[in-house]
């Protein structure tokens, strides 16, 4: 963490707040405020928080992993009490009986790693220097303590409207137990998992994602991608943007979808609906891009031939001075756009994290490595 600042104060929470929209495709500006004000208010009354490096973990007996979960655009309709965080903290520490020592993000992407220097604050806890994914993925767990064999459940939601639930689960059934609660608790909840001894994070984690935030929070616009090692693959204008539909999975999907073989889990369809983004390169060697995505862009293709897939983060990025992410869902045909990729963590790079970043499955089952 050489560099790093030792705590998250008042400014330094700003510039994590600037930084954690880099990856942050499709943040919600109304809840992103909220998210700001809800760890601005958590800092003004407890303090800043001590930021812990990887090294630092190995002699505490538990940290959690702090969340949301549902949608971030319900989050400012539905807005927070600021006590979220901490009933579900302390109703994860019920059930394990033990205190908490640290608190870790599951990823630093926009709300995420505001609520993550707001539960560290409101519980009097230091914040772990990294967090479970590296970049953004859409399941609950799809994340590097999967990889590493940590569990997400038992876990806690806290509502803001004063529910508590408790969650124990086995053999990956978290995600079909949480997401029909969402709906019933307004819209977003804050969840607490992924309980372990800080020695199993210290080497599940991926180090530094906060402190690089922060540096992104202090760039201009031109070095904004410096703390990352980006890969510009095209700058162009866009073309078409396509909702393809047939029988092989590109149109609404079904509630639940079986990757491997027959006794690998039914993980739950990504939430959200396939589309294919066409890029007409506008310097260079002219060529034309397809970005497929599903939630986020899972597959670049030039000219027919793959130039870049998940686990790397494929992004679309404005062309203007601003540089800003764009989200799939809003890409319109005529707007100047680059694509980039960001290498993903090297947990990701293995079979079983390819396929748990793809599509959300780890299982003994299915060892081959997929291809696209």
Same mark, same amino acid.
């Given at each position: 963490?050489?560099?790093?600042?030792?705590?998250?104060?008042?400014?330094?929470?700003?510039?994590?707040?600037?930084?954690?929209?880099?990856?942050?495709?499709?943040?919600?500006?109304?809840?992103?405020?909220?998210?700001?004000?809800?760890?601005?208010?958590?800092?003004?009354?407890?303090?800043?928080?001590?930021?812990?490096?990887?090294?630092?973990?190995?002699?505490?007996?538990?940290?959690?992993?702090?969340?949301?979960?549902?949608?971030?655009?319900?989050?400012?309709?539905?807005?927070?009490?600021?006590?979220?965080?901490?009933?579900?903290?302390?109703?994860?520490?019920?059930?394990?009986?033990?205190?908490?020592?640290?608190?870790?993000?599951?990823?630093?992407?926009?709300?995420?790693?505001?609520?993550?220097?707001?539960?560290?604050?409101?519980?009097?806890?230091?914040?772990?220097?990294?967090?479970?994914?590296?970049?953004?993925?859409?399941?609950?767990?799809?994340?590097?303590?999967?990889?590493?064999?940590?569990?997400?459940?038992?876990?806690?939601?806290?509502?803001?409207?004063?529910?508590?639930?408790? /969650?124990?689960?086995? @053999?990956?059934?978290?995600?079909?137990?949480?997401?029909?609660?969402?709906?019933?608790?307004?819209?977003?909840?804050?969840? /607490?998992?992924?309980?372990?001894?800080?020695?199993?994070?210290?080497?599940?984690?991926?180090?530094?994602?906060?402190?690089?935030?922060?540096?992104?929070?202090?760039?201009?616009?031109?070095?904004?991608?410096?703390?990352?090692?980006?890969?510009?693959?095209?700058?162009?204008?866009?073309?078409?943007?396509?909702?393809?539909?047939?029988?092989?999975?590109?149109?609404?999907?079904?509630?639940?979808?079986?990757? @491997?073989?027959?006794?690998?889990?039914?993980?739950?369809?990504?939430?959200?609906?396939?589309?294919?983004?066409?890029?007409?390169?506008?310097?260079?060697?002219?060529?034309?891009?397809?970005?497929?995505?599903?939630?986020?862009?899972?597959?670049?293709?030039?000219?027919?031939?793959?130039?870049?897939?998940?686990?790397?983060?494929?992004?679309?990025?404005?062309?203007?001075?601003?540089?800003?992410?764009?989200?799939?869902?809003?890409?319109?045909?005529?707007?100047?756009?680059?694509?980039?990729?960001?290498?993903?963590?090297?947990?990701?790079?293995?079979?079983?994290?390819?396929?748990?970043?793809?599509?959300?499955?780890?299982?003994?089952?299915?060892?081959?490595?997929?291809?696209?």
């Amino acid at each position: 963490m050489s560099g790093a600042p030792l705590r998250v104060d008042a400014a330094v929470l700003e510039q994590l707040a600037t930084g954690s929209l880099v990856l942050a495709a499709g943040a919600a500006e109304s809840a992103f405020r909220v998210a700001l004000d809800w760890a601005r208010a958590s800092v003004a009354a407890h303090g800043p928080v001590r930021l812990l490096a990887p090294d630092e973990l190995n002699d505490l007996r538990l940290c959690v992993t702090v969340t949301l979960v549902g949608s971030s655009a319900a989050l400012a309709e539905q807005l927070p009490t600021g006590a979220e965080t901490v009933r579900a903290v302390r109703a994860l520490e019920r059930l394990l009986g033990t205190r908490a020592d640290a608190v870790v993000a599951l990823n630093t992407a926009g709300e995420n790693a505001l609520l993550s220097v707001a539960a560290a604050a409101d519980c009097g806890l230091p914040l772990v220097d990294g967090d479970g994914c590296g970049r953004v993925l859409p399941l609950l767990e799809q994340s590097t303590f999967t990889l590493a064999g940590v569990a997400a459940a038992p876990l806690a939601l806290a509502t803001p409207s004063g529910d508590v639930v408790v /969650v124990e689960s086995a @053999g990956g059934r978290v995600e079909d137990l949480v997401r029909p609660l969402v709906p019933a608790a307004g819209g977003w909840a804050v969840a /607490v998992c992924y309980a372990m001894p800080g020695g199993v994070l210290a080497g599940s984690v991926v180090p530094g994602t906060v402190s690089r935030a922060i540096r992104a929070g202090t760039a201009t616009p031109r070095d904004l991608f410096a703390p990352w090692s980006l890969r510009r693959l095209c700058r162009g204008r866009i073309t078409a943007v396509e909702h393809p539909a047939d029988e092989h999975g590109y149109g609404a999907p079904e509630p639940y979808e079986r990757v @491997g073989g027959p006794d690998t889990h039914p993980w739950p369809a990504l939430p959200s609906r396939p589309t294919s983004v066409l890029v007409a390169e506008t310097e260079g060697l002219g060529r034309h891009f397809r970005l497929e995505a599903h939630n986020e862009v899972l597959l670049a293709l030039a000219d027919g031939a793959p130039v870049a897939a998940a686990p790397d983060q494929i992004l679309i990025l404005s062309a203007s001075a601003d540089r800003r992410v764009l989200d799939v869902e809003r890409a319109v045909p005529g707007v100047e756009v680059e694509v980039v990729v960001i290498p993903a963590a090297p947990a990701w790079h293995t079979p079983e994290g390819r396929r748990l970043a793809r599509a959300g499955a780890v299982g003994p089952q299915d060892t081959q490595e997929d291809s696209w």
